[in-house]
């Protein structure tokens, strides 16, 4: 048995709720990779529309949403909620488990949330191609999505170790009109240099964004285009809470805990960030981040100014950061890959208003699996992570035999990610310890800022 959970098209948001106006104190700036003096608009033109750079830099709480951006949405939102019977039953738990369902997207996740809109503005800008990276490939195939609907090319530079993983999301991005590049590679200066330093490697998401930008900045026809972190992200994210929270006013009931994987932080702060205003009000609530133990960002990591990539780019901003030359190991949830958290997640989490735990992947996987066997769904391997959360969450319900209602954010389904699954069924799946020299010594060249 499943509860389905479903608003009307029109009860879709008409805007996107911008956490920044309620926060007490300000972001703390963005800086110039070069000069290390804030940024203004004029140094960001070269690889994002006005648009987008207004709505990084915006205090307004409630940001229209383009009716043609609606219109897109409209194919699959609103997404549903459903309250997970079969899975609270395996469980033997008092708890009641909501999942808000990204899935159900043509891409299969949350993504193409901020992908349309983002095509949107640069095809209002007059911009002809988008320039990207990608991880696990969710990010590439929202944006080649969202491009192949307002007529946009798309090169996508997507992390290496991904691209070997991951092969029929890459032939889903190309289905798109797309064109997909492993990273590191000889078509950047940025890549050269990464492959000469160290021919084998893995890659990263911070490698694959230093060349998106490296194409982009040097490409007058081309912008870049970012999957998860920046503020705008986030903001565009944030349809997924605030049906969330209609949803569950339809059945009277509210959440005491908010779950959501986390890398860069988009369907985290998607999830939790339409929540935040009622935390901040005095709601009992809790918001909890759930990370790889093996890429612990708002766990380990250190509140500083850091590059959002390797080559060292892209503007800084203050973060919670491995540094950003860390290759994380190549675990199966490549979307989480990121030295770097949300400079606004990462505020949160440092004020105390978001929490987060790191779990290892071979527990995520078992947690996917039950959830796989119960409700019928293949998670997607990030979003195994709040899977495995809420699980624990449900089982200390039982244990302390306490009545609670959990909601985490299930960002994608997992129908490319088999050979992952292949791995963990076949025994093959391995955890990877905390790599703590490599991330000290990445940390200790983080930037000199005052």
Not at 159 to 181: D, F, T
């Amino acid at each position: 048995m499943q509860t389905k959970i479903l608003l009307q098209d029109h009860q879709i948001p008409k805007h996107w709720y911008n956490v920044a106006a309620d926060l007490d104190s300000s972001p703390a700036p963005i800086l110039h990779p070069g000069t290390l003096a804030p940024v203004g608009p004029e140094d960001l033109t070269s690889i994002f529309p006005m648009s987008l750079i207004e709505q990084e830099v915006s205090r307004e709480r409630w940001i229209e949403i383009p009716e043609e951006v609606q219109k897109i949405y409209q194919l699959w939102r609103p997404s549903p909620l459903y309250r997970a019977h079969r899975l609270e039953a395996a469980l033997k738990t008092p708890a009641r488990i909501y999942y808000k369902y990204e899935g159900v997207s043509p891409a299969g996740s949350h993504k193409p949330n901020s992908a349309i809109p983002q095509a949107y503005y640069n095809k209002m800008a007059g911009i002809k191609r988008l320039a990207t990276e990608t991880g696990a490939g969710q990010w590439g195939c929202s944006l080649s999505l969202a491009n192949s609907y307002f007529g946009l090319e798309t090169t996508v530079y997507m992390v290496r170790v991904s691209y070997g993983q991951k092969p029929y999301r890459k032939n889903l991005m190309e289905l798109w009109g797309a064109e997909v590049i492993p990273s590191p590679s000889n078509r950047t200066e940025a890549g050269r240099r990464m492959l000469a330093e160290a021919p084998d490697t893995t890659g990263s998401l911070g490698m694959a964004i230093s060349e998106a930008v490296e194409d982009a900045a040097s490409h007058s026809d081309t912008n870049y285009a970012l999957g998860s972190v920046l503020n705008h992200v986030c903001l565009h994210q944030t349809v997924i809470g605030l049906e969330a929270i209609e949803q569950l006013k339809l059945v009277e009931d509210y959440p005491d805990v908010v779950i959501g994987c986390c890398g860069g932080g988009s369907n985290l702060a998607g999830l939790t960030f339409p929540f935040v205003r009622d935390k901040i009000n005095g709601k009992q609530i809790r918001l909890l981040a759930v990370e790889p133990n093996s890429c612990p960002t708002l766990t380990k990591g250190s509140y500083a100014f850091d590059f959002g990539d390797t080559a060292k780019l892209t503007p800084i901003t203050k973060m919670y950061t491995l540094g950003h030359d860390f290759v994380p190991p190549g675990i199966h949830a490549g979307g989480l890959r990121y030295h770097g958290a949300s400079a606004l997640v990462s505020q949160l989490h440092h004020e105390g208003i978001i929490e987060a735990a790191a779990l290892p992947q071979t527990a995520c996987f078992e947690g996917a699996v039950m959830f796989a066997r119960t409700e019928g769904i293949v998670p997607a391997p990030e979003s195994s992570h709040a899977i495995r959360a809420a699980i624990d969450e449900a089982v200390k319900a039982r244990e302390e035999g306490q009545q609670r209602t959990i909601l985490f954010n299930l960002s994608g389904h997992g129908h490319f990610d088999m050979s992952s699954y292949e791995a963990y069924l076949g025994g093959q799946l391995e955890d990877y310890a905390y790599p703590e020299e490599n991330i000290a010594a990445s940390l200790a060249k983080l930037p000199q800022v005052k």
